[in-house]
């Protein structure tokens, strides 16, 4: 475990965030903060599709509705207590997601994106429609707070600290999962799939599996959020929502969890520092973005790791040996 | 047609050769790439496979290791049809490929692509490799192991942190053999592991066939530097049009009137058509 927490920095860093409470008071910063926990527990989830297995998903926010409204009308509808709904909006949005799943194992690239896209907009149309079940474009409202054993969160203060752990142990597992054997499966996958079958990985099994992990952990992230905001409507889940959780992944960095923590920190925080940006947070996401797949397309996490190395890239590029002939495919 | 598949308890049959491919056919569209080509082969051997550009050497590696559904045809593997298992299932039973095109995990590093060689041969879930840290750490630190020994033994130890797309090009095809040897084959598939290399290193990937093939692996290599080929082959299979045209010893082969006949005749052919 203590080699665990040095090889990860960020295990020491996220607990660590705990002692703000003893330095501010400030429920609008700590509303900040909570909503951006949210978003690190989403673009970690979104990273698994996109930045590891090169899936790419561009219709998150699907599965982060999903498991909001699953736990707000099981509290709501069934009385279920809150860690119940929470766990099970996990796994019901799994669930969902492994059903996307497999007619997305078909499709690649730009056509998976826009299949994706498009569930993003028939899952806010359904809850949009679906009047007598979702409430329609009124939403849900009077989700209850979070009733964990002992204590009730209240505050945005409760809330921060419960973010944290949160976004701590999914962080955690997470990592466990990809820094070893199922990540870099991942990976291979996304380098070379018909390399990654010849050595032996199941190309169906992982695509379904990280699918449903990825919707777990988004759904687990809309549960936080229902129970937090206590009041949801299906503008919260639509293709804005979407977009913006792949600027944070692609600023922090495809393929690397921590840059994800840090993508979705920075995008969530720098509107609000700067309040005039507020109103243009969506044209930020685009620019974000844009500027990152053009000029820095390791993200920040991979210009951490080679500084310097953005101006180079495009020479280095094509410095493989190519073959012209391809083959085998399947 | 999926052939029946055995079970294990039946298939030790001693008088069984290991690789029994029987008329394997495929075709794309209406270009017949492979016609009832037959090949047997025994255990423990090196088996040429040669043939002019586009007699289907490669098609056969496809089919043998489950990248292209063949037409018709069996492949018993030690009794056991293949034929209509999976690529996953074929690599865990011992059957694996090289590409002659190169297929590496180009931003993962050498030493990382080595690992997924041993991905076949590892066994934590997804779960325990979430919670029980324990077993997977153990599980990590053999494949860290295994594939430094591995790497070692085919001289690429130095590169092992290496991004896997900035080897040469020899290294790159080492890389490739090193990945196929971590799944522990029985049977290795090799699709012109020489291209691209210098003689030295040809000279020496001829060393290491051999020695891959003293630890009990049967080797099955297309090449078309004859010279290699014929030096390391205890027999030859000769392709061509999609057809077997010949198969023996290196000797005998070299000295088929009909083998000459395609390599020596391959432009008149291809016009007199
Ligand atoms: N996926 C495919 N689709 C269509 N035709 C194919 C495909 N793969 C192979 N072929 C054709 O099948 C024939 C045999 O090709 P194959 O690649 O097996 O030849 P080869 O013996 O490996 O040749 P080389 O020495 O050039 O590698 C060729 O005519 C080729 O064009
Ligand atoms: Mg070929």
Redesign the interface.
């Known amino acids: 475990m203590p080699g665990a927490v040095r090889r990860n920095p960020a295990l020491v860093a996220l607990p660590l965030a705990a002692i703000l409470p003893f330095f501010v008071d400030n429920n609008y910063v700590f509303h900040i903060l909570v909503v951006a926990g949210i978003y690190m527990v989403l673009s970690m989830s979104l990273n698994l599709l996109i930045g590891y297995t090169g899936l790419f998903s561009f219709g998150h926010a699907a599965f982060y509705g999903t498991g909001a409204y699953a736990s707000a009308l099981l509290s709501l509808g069934c009385g279920l207590p809150f860690p119940a709904a929470f766990l099970a909006s996990g796994l019901l949005t799994a669930v969902f997601g492994v059903t996307v799943a497999f007619p997305a194992l078909r499709l690649k690239t730009i056509f998976l994106a826009i299949a994706t896209l498009g569930l993003n907009e028939i899952v806010r149309l359904f809850l949009t429609n679906l009047d007598d079940v979702t409430g329609g474009p009124a939403g849900l409202p009077g989700i209850p707070l979070p009733d964990l054993w002992l204590v009730r969160l209240e505050q945005p203060q409760d809330f921060y600290l419960a973010a944290i752990v949160f976004v701590t142990a999914a962080y955690w597992a997470l990592s466990n999962l990809l820094l070893k054997r199922h990540g870099r499966a991942l990976k291979a996958i996304r380098d070379d799939e018909i390399a990654a079958k010849a050595v032996g990985v199941n190309i169906t099994s992982y695509k379904v599996a990280v699918f449903g992990i990825s919707a777990f952990f988004a759904g687990l992230a809309g549960s936080f959020f229902a129970h937090y905001i206590t009041y949801i409507s299906p503008d919260s889940f639509g293709l804005s929502e979407s977009f913006a959780i792949i600027a944070m992944v692609a600023l922090g960095g495809m393929g690397d969890l921590r840059g994800s923590l840090i993508g979705a920190f920075l995008l969530c925080v720098i509107p609000e520092v700067f309040r005039s940006l507020h109103d243009f947070r969506e044209l930020i996401y685009g620019f974000t973005i844009m500027l990152i797949v053009r000029m820095l397309p390791g993200g920040i996490a991979g210009w951490t790791r080679n500084p310097g190395g953005w101006l180079r890239r495009r020479r280095n590029d094509d410095s493989r040996p190519a073959d012209p002939r391809r083959e085998a495919e399947s | 047609m999926i052939p029946g598949r055995r079970t294990r308890g039946e298939r030790r049959n001693r008088n069984m050769r290991m690789v029994e491919v029987r008329k394997a056919s495929k075709s794309f569209g209406g270009l017949s790439a492979l016609k009832d080509v037959d090949l047997g082969m025994e255990d423990g051997e090196i088996r040429g496979l040669i043939g002019p550009n586009g007699a289907g050497k490669?098609t056969l590696f496809?089919l043998m290791?489950?990248?292209?559904?063949a037409d018709s045809g069996s492949f018993l593997f030690d009794g056991q049809e293949m034929f209509g298992l999976?690529?996953?299932e074929r690599?865990?039973l011992g059957i694996?490929?090289t590409?002659?095109?190169?297929?590496?995990?180009?931003?993962?590093t050498v030493l990382?692509n080595v690992?997924?060689?041993f991905?076949?041969r590892?066994s934590?879930g997804?779960l325990s490799?979430?919670?029980n840290?324990r077993r997977?750490a153990r599980?990590?630190a053999w494949?860290a192991s295994e594939g430094e020994r591995l790497l070692d033994e085919l001289d690429l130890l130095p590169h092992r942190g290496e991004q896997a797309?900035?080897l040469?090009?020899g290294n790159?095809r080492r890389l490739e053999i090193a990945?196929?040897l971590?799944?522990r084959p029985r049977l290795l598939m090799l699709d012109e592991p020489a291209a691209?290399m210098n003689e030295s290193e040809g000279r020496q990937l001829l060393d290491r066939i051999r020695a891959i093939r003293r630890s009990g692996i049967t080797i099955l290599v297309v090449e078309h530097d004859m010279n290699l080929l014929m030096t390391v082959s205890d027999r030859v299979t000769v392709l061509a049009h999609g057809q077997k045209i010949a198969e023996g010893t290196p000797a005998e082969v070299q000295t088929d009137g009909r083998v000459i006949a395609e390599y020596l005749g391959r432009e008149a052919d291809a016009s007199g058509h």
């Open positions: 490669t496809n290791a489950g990248n292209y559904r999976g690529i996953d690599v865990s694996v490929r590409f002659q095109n190169i297929r590496l995990f180009g931003s993962m990382d690992k997924m060689g991905h076949c590892a934590t997804w490799a979430a919670f840290l997977s599980e990590e494949m797309k900035n040469s090009y790159q990945r196929a971590a799944t691209g």
